[in-house]
């Protein structure tokens, strides 16, 4: 989705040099236009002077049209609410006030588990390792565990503020990916908007489910990191 509206913009924005480059060729087309009966000196001072002031002219605009394509502004698609009416809390959610693509990992490792029928092995999931990106694929944070652990995942943006929560609610949508979730924030820090978040939605994941290779005592401790990607919608004040 991010890099579909790149496209437009770039399009856009090379469509309207094309735009400009021909009205530019026009102008030069109408300078042509001079009196046949003026002085022959005064029609080339005149000359002259109007495609210079034609030259100036587009520079600017064509200056303008690309700072316009390369300003960085999402379009407005990109703060729409998404479709996941059963990832919400009672009472329903505050604002959306930020939208980020996650792409990165779901880290696992293999675990022995000493139990009353004796030693189990799985794979234990240890938490996230995500960057965040805008719209424009700029990056803009980071997502990983917490220092308290998986269950206490931590967004944090690069001026520092962050944000961390706790599972509320879940919903598989595919087998294949990592479930949806519903996550409410238990401590924040920093000025930055990331920090007035109350609850995230983790949605339109791909990947990032518990490994099938073999856990057993041969391969204990193992690690394996899956690769993933989400969407993470933070909702403030």
């Not at 735009?19 to 060729?25: G, K, M, Y």
């Not at 029609?43 to 002219?57: C, I, L, M, P, R």
Request: glycine letters at 10%.
């Amino acid at each position: 989705m991010k890099r579909a509206y790149w496209v437009v913009a770039i399009g856009a924005a090379s469509a309207g040099l094309l735009v400009l480059q021909a009205c530019s060729d026009g102008g030069g087309n109408d300078d042509g236009g001079t009196d046949a009966a003026s002085d022959t000196s005064q029609q080339n001072d005149a000359t002259k002077q109007d495609v210079s002031t034609n030259d100036v002219s587009t520079n600017d605009v064509v200056a303008d049209a690309i700072a316009d394509a390369s300003d960085g502004a999402c379009p407005s698609s990109w703060m729409d609410l998404p479709d996941a009416s059963n990832l919400v809390p009672d009472g329903g959610l505050p604002p959306l006030i930020m939208h980020t693509a996650a792409s990165g990992t779901q880290n696992y490792v293999c675990t022995a588990q000493n139990g009353d029928a004796g030693t189990t092995y799985a794979w234990v999931f240890v938490g996230p390792q995500a960057n965040l990106d805008d719209c424009n694929a700029q990056l803009v944070g980071h997502h990983f565990a917490s220092e308290a652990g998986a269950t206490a995942p931590e967004w944090q943006t690069l001026d520092q503020s962050y944000v961390i929560a706790a599972k509320q609610l879940a919903y598989t949508a595919d087998a294949s990916a990592v479930p949806w979730l519903l996550l409410k924030e238990t401590s924040n820090g920093g000025s930055g908007t990331i920090a007035k978040t109350l609850y995230i939605q983790r949605l339109f994941t791909t990947g990032g489910i518990a490994p099938t290779a073999t856990c057993d005592a041969n391969t204990v401790n193992n690690t394996s990191n899956v690769p993933y990607t989400a969407d993470y919608y933070f909702y403030g004040q």
